[in-house]
């Protein structure tokens, strides 16, 4: 069959969008979603979404991992399909969807390129010797470093996702360098396996950790990935995060159609 589909990218993390309201591809395997995913054989994507109905949300969000695998919560994702739900008609500014860690609220710019989407609450960070460990709607670590630029994300990365502690439900592994005015963050994702661009709940993690250094209140934070700037607001009362907001860019890169 012949299925359409879109192709966006935020902050440099990409994925493929299925407008699945009507579709006829009713089920999909975990092999097909890989290989769709494919840099060399497919598409190429960190991920992969279906944007299905829902009887109480403007719709629901349903995400894979580039491994084939459904995956937790995307941050970036979910702000490229709010860009795609825009582009469908299905929304207009605002809305709020259904994702796997539940509801969330987000708004678009009036051009449709800038999502700001709300993210979970989060109440406990938990450490791992000088490392933080928490869940922003996907677990993460996160390690404050020096000279980031030059640091091996990939082998560092994948060694402290497969550890004994974590290699049976796997988890994202986020590098912080903190500079003068903002957090620069590089992050290896369980599920892509590998470095990504950009990675919304790993920044907003990072932001989250960084903050227990700061005065509680609400605060701002700007953070450079590989793809570019995002931005991560929240209220912090000394132990609680609340009214959390992932900021930055969801633009479609092209549309397109293959044969399964």
């Not at 791992?128 to 990365?157: C, E, M, R, W």
Request: glycine residues 10%; negative net charge; proline residues 2%.
């Amino acid at each position: 069959m012949n299925i359409k589909f879109s192709k966006y990218q935020g902050a440099g993390n990409d994925f493929i969008l299925i407008d699945h309201r009507e579709s006829e591809l009713k089920n999909i395997e975990n092999k097909l979603v890989a290989q769709l995913c494919d840099r060399r054989f497919g598409i190429g994507a960190d991920g992969l979404m279906f944007l299905t109905n829902h009887n109480d949300y403007d719709f629901e969000m349903v995400y894979y991992n580039a491994d084939g695998k459904i995956g937790s919560m995307c941050g970036n994702g979910g702000r490229c399909i709010v860009a795609f739900a825009k582009s469908l008609g299905i929304i207009d500014f605002e809305t709020d969807f259904l994702a796997v860690d539940g509801p969330h609220y987000a708004k678009i710019s009036t051009e449709g390129n800038w999502v700001e989407l709300q993210m979970i609450d989060v109440d406990s960070i938990n450490k791992d010797g000088n490392a933080f460990v928490l869940n922003t709607g996907s677990p993460h670590y996160v390690a404050q470093v020096d000279n980031l630029a030059s640091l091996d994300v990939f082998k560092i990365g994948k060694d402290i996702r497969n550890n004994d502690t974590y290699k049976q439900e796997g988890i994202n592994v986020n590098f912080v360098e903190n500079k003068e005015d903002y957090l620069f963050v590089r992050t290896f994702e369980r599920g892509v396996e590998d470095e990504t661009y950009a990675c919304g709940t790993g920044v907003t993690a990072v932001a989250m950790a960084m903050a227990q250094q700061k005065a509680p209140g609400y605060i701002e934070t700007p953070i450079k990935v590989l793809g570019g700037k995002l931005q991560v607001n929240f209220n912090y009362d000394g132990n609680k995060f609340t009214n959390v907001f992932l900021c930055g860019p969801a633009e479609k890169v092209f549309d397109g159609e293959i044969d399964l």
